[in-house]
C-alpha cells in the first residue's frame, strides 16, 4: 500500500470510528460535558505544544533532506576522477569504481540497519590505498580534493547517525497525545450544540492533531527505513538506487573498452601535474 492509500485508509477508518462513537453517544444520551471557557484553551496549549516540537525537529529535518545529496555529489566527483585515471590507463581506476559501487550498496545497507556505521568507515578507510596510487600521476591538489570528498561523505554519515539516533523530547510527545485525548473525548461527550456542530468541531479537531502529531513523529526521524514500514516522511534514497545504477553501466562499459587512451589532442605539461 502506498503512502497516498494509506493515508486515505487511515482518515476513512478514523472518520467512521469517530461518527459511529459519537452517534452512539448522542443516542443514549450520554453526553456530560457543556461547552465552556477551558476548552479553548485547551485547543491553544495543544496546538502550542505541537507547534513546538514542529520548530525543534524542523531544521533537522532540512538538513536530512540535503545530506544524502551531499553524499552522492561526493561520490560523483570521485568517481569523475576515477573515469580520468582510466584514460590516463592507471590499473587502480576500474578498482576505485567498484570500491565506490560496493560503497554505495553499503551505505543503502546501512540506512536500513543491515551493516554498521564502522562498515561504512573501513570502506573510506580502504579507499586511501587506491588514492596513493592516483598521487602518481595527478597533481597533489586534485588529490586533496578527492580526500575532502571522503572526508564529506565521513562527516554526512556521522551527521545522518546522529539525526537518527537522538530523538526529540518523549514527554513532549507524550503531553501533546494525551491532552489530544483528552480534548477529544471531551468533545465527544459534549454537549449543548447542534448536532451538525458537534461532530464538525469532533472530525475536524480529532482527524487534524491525529495526522499532525503522526507527521511530525515521522519528521523525526526522517531515516526511519527499518521500523515496519517507510514513514510518510522519509527521505528518499532513489537517488543512491539510481547511482549505483549508472555506475554498474559505467563499469560494464570501461570493462569493455580498449586499453589505449583515446587521445584528443596534443597538451603541454608541466612536471607531474595533470594537463591545464
Not at 215 to 230: I, Q, T
Request: aromatic share 12%.
Amino acid at each position: 500500500m502506498n503512502r497516498k492509500h494509506s493515508f486515505k485508509f487511515k482518515f476513512i477508518w478514523l472518520t467512521l470510528v469517530l461518527i459511529g462513537v459519537k452517534y452512539l453517544i448522542s443516542r443514549n444520551h450520554l453526553e456530560i460535558f457543556v461547552a465552556g471557557p477551558l476548552i479553548s484553551p485547551l485547543i491553544s496549549s495543544d496546538i502550542f505544544l505541537l507547534g513546538f516540537i514542529l520548530a525543534g525537529i524542523l531544521p533537522d529535518y532540512k538538513e536530512a533532506e540535503r545530506l544524502p545529496a551531499d553524499i552522492i555529489t561526493s561520490i560523483t566527483s570521485i568517481n569523475d576522477e576515477a573515469d580520468i585515471e582510466f584514460l590516463r590507463k592507471n590499473p587502480k581506476a576500474l578498482q576505485c569504481k567498484l570500491e565506490l559501487v560496493a560503497l554505495i550498496k553499503l551505505i543503502l545497507q546501512w540506512f536500513e540497519k543491515s551493516a554498521h556505521t564502522e562498515a561504512i568507515f573501513k570502506k573510506l578507510t580502504d579507499l586511501n590505498y587506491i588514492f596513493s596510487y592516483f598521487e602518481k600521476d595527478i597533481a597533489s591538489s586534485v588529490v586533496s580534493k578527492i580526500k575532502n570528498e571522503k572526508d564529506n561523505i565521513r562527516k554526512c554519515v556521522l551527521r545522518i547517525q546522529e539525526i537518527r539516533a537522538v530523538n526529540f523530547s518523549n514527554l513532549a510527545y507524550s503531553i501533546v497525545e494525551m491532552l489530544s485525548f483528552v480534548i477529544i473525548v471531551v468533545l465527544l461527550f459534549l454537549k449543548g450544540l447542534e448536532w451538525y456542530d458537534g461532530y464538525l468541531y469532533l472530525l475536524v479537531f480529532s482527524l487534524l492533531m491525529v495526522f499532525l502529531i503522526d507527521l511530525v513523529r515521522s519528521m523525526d526521524n526522517p531515516f526511519d527505513y527499518y521500523s515496519g514500514g517507510k514513514q510518510q516522511s522519509a527521505v528518499s534514497l532513489y537517488p543512491f538506487v539510481a547511482l549505483k545504477e549508472r555506475l554498474e553501466k559505467e563499469l560494464v562499459q570501461f570493462k569493455g573498452a580498449p586499453t589505449k587512451p583515446v587521445i584528443v589532442g596534443k597538451v603541454k605539461q608541466k612536471g607531474k601535474g595533470r594537463a591545464k
